[in-house]
């Protein structure tokens, strides 16, 4: 599993809306979708001259300058940098095999898998910050796609929403309510996308996770999934008022 794989990976299964290409940059599109789908990459040579070229490009979209750096790009990171871009959430790429994750399915009705969302779904994912932005960019991806509504109670407790890019699946949004986190909602939906990624025929499951999401981190970490990837934004400090 290459850098260039992941990375690709992660973009097919969380789309921006367009993508435009200019000088060495790919400009993102990101229609209020968050980061991810928002952040110009640096695609070809860097030089610092080309910055301002990706700045004007980002403005032109209606959006803040915004840079993903990722592993090996040291000089456009010190360059940033150098221009007062402030490094801004450190992210962790961990994959795990969805065959071990999958080994112990969840117990019945603990967890299932369904596309399209059920209202229920999208109301979990508005309380925990996730609205119709971030569900255009679910409604975007073209390949093989399911939610996951996690139960416990016999209450809905949490979602995921999991996506396939060749043998990669990816989860995105995973959203527990306050009242059952640390209660093994979220095993079990990861348990269910695990199986799902398995019948779809992917090898791996991955998730993204900022570094700073410490319970996040446990979770995964109890699920045996590793650090393959990671990369950081950079981006301007807003101005006090």
Partial sequence: MTADRLFAGQETTWPPAFRHMTGPWCLRDGQGGGKRVSAATLEGAFTPEAIPEAETGMVRLGQTPLFMVKPGEDALDA???????????????????????????????????VWKPLAIMTELWAENGIGPARMAVMDRVQGPKTAVLG???????????????????????????PGHRRQGTAVNMMRAAAQWALDHGASTLNVLVTEDNHAALALYASLNMTNVGQYHYRMIAPQKA
């Avoid at 360059?79 to 450190?90: F, I, K, S």
């Avoid at 139960?151 to 309510?177: P, W, Y």
């Fill in 79 to 113: 360059a940033l940098n150098a221009r007062g871009y402030l490094r801004v959430d450190p992210v962790k790429i961990l994959s795990g095999s969805a065959a071990a994750i999958a080994a112990e399915p969840p117990p019945p009705l603990a967890a299932f898998t």
């Fill in 151 to 177: 139960r416990r109670k016999d209450r809905a407790a949490g979602t995921a929403f999991v996506a396939l890019e060749r043998d990669m699946a990816f989860v995105h949004a995973v959203a527990v309510s």
